[in-house]
């Protein structure tokens, strides 16, 4: 039963056309464009929840609680900034080259997400998840064991929910890349 799932997924495989057709790429490329839209305006909610947050309960003192409120908004804002430039990059290549010039452009470019993808990203999540466990205990010495609880639930699920988009996000990228070298 598993060999007739392998043997499907490689003759999909061979049988899923390379992407040589400059309005395949444009549209895979407006998508992909779309959903840095998305992504960022959800990382931009957040930074702003967590800065809102942060001067609701600021204080004149430095301690763990500030430490892990810096650790994930400045993590956030560096993914930010990196799906900006990344975006903005890429929409002046594709005003300024011609389709072959830009498909070979889009190789480079998704090369280079691929190392955003499997090195900045994870070092992000940590940063970011590092601090979320640096306001536990606060959040536990602050709030009640049952919502306290919720926290540490809520927390859990979101963050495997956000690994799984990341995750989801990166194989998709890793398979345009794929197609993109296809000829």
């Not at 444009?26 to 959800?42: H, N, S």
């Not at 800065?51 to 609680?65: A, D, Q, V």
Request: aromatic fraction near 14%; charged fraction near 15%.
């Amino acid at each position: 039963m598993e060999n007739d799932k392998l043997t499907q997924t490689w003759n999909w495989q061979k049988n899923t056309p390379p992407m040589t057709n400059p309005d395949q790429i444009i549209k895979k490329a407006k998508r992909q464009r779309y959903e840095q839209f998305i992504a960022i305006t959800v990382m931009s909610l957040a930074v702003l929840i967590l800065l809102s947050y942060t001067m609701y309960h600021l204080n004149n003192s430095w301690n763990n609680f500030t430490l892990g409120l810096v650790l994930m908004i400045s993590s956030l804002t560096f993914r930010i900034v990196l799906e900006f430039v990344s975006l903005y990059q890429r929409e002046n290549q594709l005003i300024s080259l011609d389709n072959a010039s830009f498909k070979k452009y889009l190789k480079k470019h998704h090369k280079l997400r691929l190392i955003v993808n499997y090195i900045i990203t994870p070092v992000c999540f940590i940063v970011y998840i590092y601090g979320f466990t640096k306001l536990l205990p606060y959040f536990k010495q602050w709030f009640s064991e049952g919502f306290y609880t919720y926290i540490l639930i809520s927390g859990a699920v979101s963050f495997l929910v956000l690994a799984v988009i990341i995750v989801n996000n990166i194989l998709k990228e890793h398979n345009f890349l794929k197609q993109l070298n296809r000829k």
